[in-house]
């Protein structure tokens, strides 16, 4: 059973930064790709970065390319937000997919996600 635990969500001004954190398996961190998302209530489960074991390469969505970084140390997924904006406000939620899928920012590949933090960004 793969458990993901996020924390780290809250309220920030347009501009600041928060740093989310996922806490998994050390067992799930060397096997599984993660991935963390966001939603807004009545929209799609949109991709936001992708890390996966041992490959350098890390994926992100357009919108937080320069903003955003996805890092992974021992069994704690982190992802660190700067110059928030008020279109940043979302559930977020991060997830782990078996193996290194091909598209590792779409939701579909995922298999286990976490219960979500809310980020919201005030203008």
């Known amino acids: 059973q793969v458990q993901l635990v996020e924390s780290g969500g809250g309220s920030v001004q347009a501009g600041g930064s928060l740093r989310l954190s996922c806490v998994l398996s050390?067992?799930?961190?060397?096997?599984?790709?993660m991935g963390w998302f966001r939603q807004v209530p009545g929209t799609r489960r949109e991709g936001v970065a992708s890390?996966?074991?041992?490959?350098?390469v890390t994926d992100y969505a357009d919108s937080v390319k320069g903003r955003f970084t996805i890092s992974l140390d021992n069994n704690t997924l982190y992802l660190q937000m700067t110059s928030l904006k008020p279109e940043d406000t979302a559930m977020y939620y991060c997830?782990?997919?078996?193996?290194?899928?091909?598209?590792?920012?779409?939701?579909?590949?995922?298999?286990?996600w976490g219960q979500g933090t809310r980020v919201t960004v005030s203008s």
């Open positions: 997830a782990a997919a078996s193996g290194r899928p091909w598209n590792r920012l779409a939701p579909s590949v995922y298999n286990y």
């Open positions: 050390l067992y799930t961190a060397r096997s599984y790709s």
């Open positions: 890390i996966s074991p041992g490959d350098p």
